[in-house]
Every structure is written in structure tokens, then in C-alpha cells.
């Protein structure tokens, strides 16, 4: 059904109200993926302040373009005739990560590219920012490391006042 002008204004001022917001985005081909999992995959999302919009591509474009975001002409041909935008809103490696991992459970879901830092990244580099731990896993690992250096520095410092104690007996 062909949209009115009225809703493709609308349509197009909501995405670029969600593009100003975004910190991230991965571009999806979902057109083969039932609404059962599309909607479990929006729920996963939204509990990790992330999005999924789907749009027509040519309002996609035009969102972009006046976003000035240039990527066009570097995906168009891969591009099915509607796309998912997975926005990461909160966190910039989220969607990537999501939707990597909804790709192994769900082989219809392609991940196409993304923009990342307001320039186009293709397929592999949105793979790699997918295996970046998530900020709190490296959070927990930066106390871990710190506590075992405090840990290991008491520990000497334990044995120093021992073997004084032991020398001055």
C-alpha cells in the first residue's frame, strides 16, 4: 500500500529524529524473518536502550542525506527493497552486538553495514565491534585487575612485617 504524503513526512521526521539521537546504527535485511522472532528481537533491543526501525528505502536515503550522513552510494546495491535499522541509542556497540547474535539464531537476518561514528562501516568491521565486550564486562575487568595489583601489593606487605617480626624475635 502506497503511503500518503502526509504519513511520509511524518515517517520521515520521526527517523530523523531517531538518527539525531543515534550513536550508532546496523543496517539489517529482515525480509525473510518471521514477525514472531522480529518482535523478540525488538524486545531484546529495547531492554538495551537500542531500536528497530523499519523503512522504505528511499525515505531511509533522504533521512540520511539530510542528517548529513553519506552512505548511499556504498550499500545501495545490496539493499532489499525495505531495511532494518537497528539504532543504538545508549550504548554505540549494542545493536552490532544484537544483532549479531540474533543472525546465529535467525539465518534470514542479514546484517548489510552500519555507520558508526557518523561514517559508513561495511559488514565485517559492524562483526568486529560486535565482539567488543559490552562496557559493564570491561568495567568488571578493569576492578578485577585492580583488586588482584591491591591484593598482590597487601600480600608483600604481609610478608615484609612477618619476616620482621620473625627477625626481631
Excluded: Y
Excluded at 500500500?1 to 535485511?29: N, P
Excluded at 524473518?33 to 522504505?56: I, M, P, T, W, Y
Aim: proline share 2%; net charge positive.
Amino acid at each position: 500500500m502506497a503511503l500518503t504524503k502526509e504519513k511520509k513526512q511524518k515517517s520521515l521526521a520521526d527517523l530523523k529524529e531517531k538518527i539525531s539521537k543515534q550513536r550508532s546504527v546496523v543496517f539489517a535485511d529482515f525480509s525473510k524473518v518471521n514477525s514472531k522472532d522480529l518482535f523478540a528481537l525488538r524486545k531484546q533491543l529495547k531492554e538495551q536502550g537500542c531500536l528497530l526501525k523499519v523503512g522504505k528505502k528511499t525515505l531511509i536515503r533522504i533521512a540520511f542525506g539530510q542528517s548529513n550522513i553519506s552512505f548511499w552510494n556504498k550499500i545501495k546495491a545490496s539493499i532489499p527493497g525495505q531495511l532494518a535499522l537497528v539504532f543504538g541509542i545508549d550504548d554505540e556497540v549494542a545493536p552490532a552486538r544484537i544483532s549479531h547474535q540474533f543472525t546465529k539464531t535467525n539465518e534470514n537476518f542479514k546484517i548489510l553495514g552500519g555507520i558508526f561514528e557518523k561514517r559508513f562501516i561495511d559488514r565485517e568491521r559492524v562483526l568486529v565491534l560486535a565482539n567488543i565486550p559490552s562496557r559493564n564486562e570491561l568495567l568488571s575487568k578493569l576492578v578485577g585487575s585492580l583488586a588482584s595489583s591491591m591484593i598482590g601489593f597487601v600480600t608483600v606487605l604481609d610478608h615484609i612485617r612477618e619476616s620482621k617480626e620473625k627477625s626481631s624475635n
